[in-house]
């Protein structure tokens, strides 16, 4: 049985407490921290609700270090999951981070470096890899069925509308969040990865800001070329009228195209395989929100992986890859030039002085 602290407690707070009691055979929650009492009191509430246990809750999450604990859990904003990644992995805790990663090429080689030096394991949420339907196309890939795989798309047509931003005023800035490709698309440009070779080599944006008062974008729109030779095309949005559309992954192979759609991709919406049935029995209900169920399972594989004492499903040299290609894209628009990986030193503050208003 492990024992967990969770480092944030605002709106995604509420999937990871869902997740731990739910693996309460393996893992508990033992302490909460953040800066507002009446998160803290809101996810107390829930956690006790569904299991019956009290837990400690702390204003300064490094008092929450110094306490018996295996695994601590960041859910604070995306500018701080550096920080309170390296402090938890300096206390010798394993440490499950938010996504993105962090916010800069060089956070995350901190983060990879400390966890490997120290021998901690360091995960991420990209919950959406767990999903039925995404772990079909996966396995169809590793066994080549889709055959010479040409390109792949990622749709992201969400609407994020002002109010939205102003709910929570670190969004869409540069310090704290980058636009709608490091937010909303981040998921999606994961899974477009994982699927065409994980290894990204040139990278072309152009993004922009449209119709959200933010510094960062609300729309962008990159071409990735893979080591293999296959092209990924991303189109991120937060602007579509009047309500979200689609977050769609699509794989096309010489020999199979395969399409995952529903409002977390969760669902194929084509599978065509040469010498497959078509059928398919992995599509799940459409969840509550985006953020499906995925953290269910995530918890599952990376408690037993602390127990196991092997890597997480997704470790931190997965999890940088899709903030790598995300801060390639920025420096991309920075530049006005394709950018080639691996991408060094770069961070969401090196956007801080371009405008990127479409007037
Ligand atoms: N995996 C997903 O699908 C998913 C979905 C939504 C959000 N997220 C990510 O989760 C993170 C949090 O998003 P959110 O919407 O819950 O944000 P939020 O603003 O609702 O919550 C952040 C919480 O962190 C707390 N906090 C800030 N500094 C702290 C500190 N020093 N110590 C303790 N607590 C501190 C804040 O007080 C707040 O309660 C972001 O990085 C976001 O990208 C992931």
């Given at each position: 049985m492990l024992k967990i602290g969770l480092v944030g407690c605002g709106r995604i707070s509420k999937k990871h407490i869902e997740a731990i009691a739910a693996n309460k055979d393996i893992c508990e929650l033992v302490a909460i921290a953040d800066l507002i009492p009446a998160n803290m009191d809101r996810a107390a509430d829930m956690y006790t609700e569904k299991t019956g246990k009290q837990i400690r809750q702390y204003r300064d999450y490094q008092d929450m270090l110094?306490?018996?604990?295996?695994i601590i859990a960041i859910a604070t904003e995306s500018g701080h999951h550096a920080e309170h990644a390296l402090a938890a992995l300096q206390a010798r805790k394993h440490v499950l981070v938010e996504k993105p990663m962090a916010l800069s090429t060089s956070d995350c080689d901190r983060m990879i470096a400390l966890a490997e030096e120290r021998g901690l394991a360091l995960g991420l949420c990209h919950q959406n890899r767990f999903n039925p339907p995404v772990q079909k196309l996966r396995q169809a890939l590793q066994q080549a069925k889709l055959g010479r795989v040409i390109n792949g798309t990622a749709c992201i047509r969400w609407n994020r509308n002002q109010g939205y931003y102003n709910q929570a005023p670190w969004r869409g800035t540069w310090e704290m969040d980058g636009g709608t490709l490091m937010n909303q698309c981040l998921h999606n440009i994961d899974l477009l990865q994982w699927m065409l070779g994980e290894e990204a080599e040139t990278v072309f944006a152009q993004t922009g800001n449209y119709l959200r008062d933010i510094e960062a974008e609300d729309f962008g729109a990159i071409v990735i070329r893979f080591a293999n030779g296959a092209i990924g095309i991303v189109e991120g949005s937060a602007c579509v009228y009047p309500a979200n559309l689609e977050e769609t992954l699509n794989i096309f192979g010489e020999t199979g195209t395969v399409c995952i759609g529903g409002i977390a991709v969760n669902t194929i919406e084509v599978c065509n395989i040469l010498g497959e049935d078509s059928v398919d029995n992995t599509s799940q209900p459409d969840p509550d929100t985006v953020y499906g169920a995925g953290h269910i399972p995530l918890y599952m594989d990376f408690v037993t992986a602390v127990q196991e004492k092997r890597k997480p499903y997704i470790d931190g040299r997965a999890g940088k890859k899709a903030v790598e290609i995300i801060l390639a894209a920025y420096k991309s628009q920075l530049t006005g030039m394709p950018v080639a990986l691996p991408l060094k030193n770069f961070s969401t503050l090196d956007m801080k002085e371009l405008d990127l208003k479409q007037r």
């Amino acid at each position: 049985m492990l024992k967990i602290g969770l480092v944030g407690c605002g709106r995604i707070s509420k999937k990871h407490i869902e997740a731990i009691a739910a693996n309460k055979d393996i893992c508990e929650l033992v302490a909460i921290a953040d800066l507002i009492p009446a998160n803290m009191d809101r996810a107390a509430d829930m956690y006790t609700e569904k299991t019956g246990k009290q837990i400690r809750q702390y204003r300064d999450y490094q008092d929450m270090l110094k306490t018996d604990i295996d695994i601590i859990a960041i859910a604070t904003e995306s500018g701080h999951h550096a920080e309170h990644a390296l402090a938890a992995l300096q206390a010798r805790k394993h440490v499950l981070v938010e996504k993105p990663m962090a916010l800069s090429t060089s956070d995350c080689d901190r983060m990879i470096a400390l966890a490997e030096e120290r021998g901690l394991a360091l995960g991420l949420c990209h919950q959406n890899r767990f999903n039925p339907p995404v772990q079909k196309l996966r396995q169809a890939l590793q066994q080549a069925k889709l055959g010479r795989v040409i390109n792949g798309t990622a749709c992201i047509r969400w609407n994020r509308n002002q109010g939205y931003y102003n709910q929570a005023p670190w969004r869409g800035t540069w310090e704290m969040d980058g636009g709608t490709l490091m937010n909303q698309c981040l998921h999606n440009i994961d899974l477009l990865q994982w699927m065409l070779g994980e290894e990204a080599e040139t990278v072309f944006a152009q993004t922009g800001n449209y119709l959200r008062d933010i510094e960062a974008e609300d729309f962008g729109a990159i071409v990735i070329r893979f080591a293999n030779g296959a092209i990924g095309i991303v189109e991120g949005s937060a602007c579509v009228y009047p309500a979200n559309l689609e977050e769609t992954l699509n794989i096309f192979g010489e020999t199979g195209t395969v399409c995952i759609g529903g409002i977390a991709v969760n669902t194929i919406e084509v599978c065509n395989i040469l010498g497959e049935d078509s059928v398919d029995n992995t599509s799940q209900p459409d969840p509550d929100t985006v953020y499906g169920a995925g953290h269910i399972p995530l918890y599952m594989d990376f408690v037993t992986a602390v127990q196991e004492k092997r890597k997480p499903y997704i470790d931190g040299r997965a999890g940088k890859k899709a903030v790598e290609i995300i801060l390639a894209a920025y420096k991309s628009q920075l530049t006005g030039m394709p950018v080639a990986l691996p991408l060094k030193n770069f961070s969401t503050l090196d956007m801080k002085e371009l405008d990127l208003k479409q007037r």
